[in-house]
């Protein structure tokens, strides 16, 4: 069973602090994906990952892709409170179909 | 708002009941798939349709099953309840189900089973 643990679990900051959360595996992806999910609400995609050692930036989210593509991580530059929620990271296995394997998942609490 | 709509919203049962989890694509999507996240297991795979075929299976118990009808919407039936089937089931669409394509999620149906 493939297994993606993301570091740390919880994560409450100030808003303009910046912070990095970590998705790791020993199992290579074919790709990874990065999601954003709120309280009642389904995750929304943020970002998808495909090349090892591949970097993506989304305004003030940098998403990295590790060489081995086997882990990834997440950086938020000067956290904002509309950053608050559940981060997840998905490992897409390679093949015909889209089996999303979901990380463990990191919740993140911005305040004033 | 993604599209994807999912009924009902809530659902309280009893154990050894039987549910029906619905789930509407959004337009034009032809893939459908289901997961399961709960506060142990997070966010688990369960199973993928594609145009009304069964595409790929993930840790779907034998108690539950999926179809994916003509008009592309599915349904997620889940028998002999267990309190542990207690759950958020969510379904998300996506047009052809290859990888890397974006996956749409609903909001999700919260099964409670007392």
């Known amino acids: 069973t493939q297994l993606l643990e993301q570091s740390p679990q919880f994560l409450s900051i100030q808003e303009g602090e910046n912070l990095t959360v970590y998705c790791n595996s020993s199992?290579?992806?074919?790709?990874l994906q990065w999601y954003r999910q709120e309280p009642g609400e389904g995750p929304v995609l943020l970002v998808t990952v495909v090349t090892g050692g591949e970097v993506k930036k989304l305004k003030r989210l940098t998403f990295q892709f590790g060489d081995a593509r086997k882990d990834s991580s997440l950086h938020i530059t000067a956290a904002q409170p509309g950053d608050t929620g559940l981060y997840l990271c998905?490992?897409?296995?390679?093949?015909?179909?889209?089996?999303?394997?979901f990380g463990t998942g990191t919740r993140l609490q911005v305040t004033l | 708002d993604s599209g994807v709509t999912q009924t009902p919203k809530h659902l309280i049962t009893a154990t050894g009941q039987r549910v029906t989890l619905r789930c509407s694509p959004r337009?034009?999507?032809?893939?459908v798939y289901w997961y399961q996240q709960s506060l142990d297991q997070g966010l688990q795979f369960l199973i993928q349709?594609?145009?009304?075929?069964?595409?790929a299976k993930g840790n779907i118990l034998e108690r539950f099953s999926a179809q994916q009808f003509p008009d592309l919407h599915s349904e997620l039936n889940l028998s002999s309840l267990e309190l542990g089937d207690s759950a958020l089931y969510f379904c998300?669409?996506?047009?052809?189900?290859?990888?890397?394509?974006?996956?749409?999620f609903g909001p999700g149906t919260r099964l409670l089973v007392l």
């Open positions: 199992s290579v992806f074919s790709s």
């Open positions: 998905a490992g897409d296995s390679a093949g015909t179909a889209s089996k999303l394997t």
């Open positions: 337009s034009g999507d032809l893939s």
């Open positions: 349709y594609y145009n009304g075929e069964e595409r």
């Open positions: 998300a669409s996506s047009v052809s189900g290859s990888p890397l394509e974006t996956q749409y």
